[in-house]
């Protein structure tokens, strides 16, 4: 099994290039399924998760072909089985995304219940209830969701939680139900605004873009779109300027969208971490022993992602004092507060607030990947400590990074990856 070996403190200097966003792309994906034709998706991350909904496609009747300019192309117009297995949903909870497009395209859909990170419930409860509100008949047989979607209505629909996979999924029902679906309290992160827009492109009635209210006038038919660019990630851009503040050196991450960071940034600001923010890419120039504590709670966009949540706190263990981070979304994602600690960090947790002394120093030792976001705050650590670190089951950071050790050993990280 893969390990990372990484030894530590080498400054960080260079550019660094953000790869798609794994969040977006996953649901470009399925939504193939509505489009009937070939279409192309450029700027893919060459991820484990993309792999893994490229099979689910084809295991449904895709043809689905990965190619040499980071893009995929996906022909659907013989897609023919609504039927998603578990050994490949169990591995990524994404692939629920496919129950709205295959319910929307053929009325009926068995899609095993989602498995993916080990930590937190992360129910399809609003999935569901969503659904059935738009006329959809539901049973649960032998871990399956067994759906007849054969009398698509339109609804008012409120989530009691903003859930980027619910609004997704609904979305993609109610764009092909008879009259008009307004969903409130719906997420608005920029990869459900890139959904939302390329079902447009496909004929879709959408309206409410990137706010908390979707309206939805259903239609009676889609056309199809020949290719679409997946927006940057980024998560991966926020982990790639945090591991800059703390590692040290002048960083330009590049290919990325400023304004899908403006909590990070105004976080790091307030760090005392100076950024300078530019059109397409954001300069960091890292002294780490200015760095200050800094409070944060997640919350959903564009509030402070709960994906960089893991990272900020490797952050602060190096800041000037303590702090603190709130964790609104995902109440016990904390896993990585053990192997942190196992580096020299001093994490206390007390509910859903971790507590962090700053001001650390690291030392190398072997630590354990739990989740995505887990792995890159465990790579920045290791990237911060003395001597030399083992991390193991990368698996988890290959499912959410594009190439992340190739990447760092271009601006000055010696990481290895070994068997």
Request: with cysteine; hydrophobic share 40%.
């Amino acid at each position: 099994m893969d390990y990372f070996e990484i030894h530590g403190l080498k400054t960080l200097n260079g550019v660094i290039e953000v790869s798609g966003a794994k969040n977006a792309v996953l649901p470009l994906m399925a939504a193939s399924i509505l489009n009937q034709g070939k279409l192309k998706i450029s700027n893919v991350p060459t991820l484990s998760d993309s792999i893994t909904m490229s099979k689910l496609l084809k295991k449904m009747g895709a043809e689905v072909n990965f190619e040499s300019d980071n893009s995929i192309s996906v022909d659907s117009s013989k897609l023919d089985n609504p039927f998603a297995p578990y050994d490949l949903v169990k591995t990524m909870r994404a692939s629920f995304y496919v129950l709205g497009p295959l319910l929307a395209r053929f009325g009926n859909a068995k899609v095993s219940l989602p498995g993916g990170c080990a930590w937190g419930p992360r129910p399809v409860d609003f999935h569901l209830d969503g659904l059935k509100a738009l006329g959809v008949k539901i049973s649960i047989e032998n871990g399956y969701v067994i759906a007849d979607g054969s009398n698509l209505i339109g609804n008012k629909i409120h989530f009691p939680k903003i859930s980027v996979g619910a609004t997704g999924n609904i979305v993609m029902v109610a764009i092909l139900a008879k009259g008009t679906t307004t969903i409130t309290n719906a997420a608005s992160e920029p990869e459900i605004q890139q959904l939302c827009e390329m079902l447009n492109s496909m004929g879709a009635n959408i309206s409410g873009i990137g706010t908390n209210t979707l309206t939805i006038k259903g239609v009676t038919s889609l056309n199809s779109i020949s290719n679409i660019s997946v927006i940057p990630d980024r998560i991966e851009a926020g982990t790639f300027l945090i591991a800059a503040a703390a590692v040290g050196g002048v960083v330009e991450v590049s290919n990325i969208i400023p304004e899908h960071l403006d909590s990070v940034i105004k976080s790091l600001q307030k760090a005392n971490i100076e950024l300078e923010v530019k059109d397409s890419s954001i300069v960091i120039r890292a002294n780490v022993s200015n760095i200050l504590s800094t409070n944060i709670e997640t919350n959903e966009y564009p509030g402070f992602p709960t994906d960089l949540q893991a990272q900020w706190m490797m952050l602060m263990c190096l800041a000037k004092g303590n702090s603190t981070i709130k964790e609104n979304i995902y109440y016990d994602r904390f896993t990585h507060i053990m192997e942190l600690n196992r580096l020299g960090c001093n994490i206390k947790l007390e509910d859903s607030v971790a507590i962090i002394e700053g001001g650390r120093r690291l030392i190398g030792a072997d630590v354990m990947s739990t989740d995505i976001r887990a792995s890159a705050a465990l790579i920045i650590a290791a990237l911060c400590a003395s001597g030399t670190s083992k991390i193991s089951r990368v698996y988890h950071i290959d499912r959410g990074y594009d190439k992340i050790e190739e990447k760092l050993t271009n601006v000055g990280a010696e990481i290895f990856r070994k068997k």
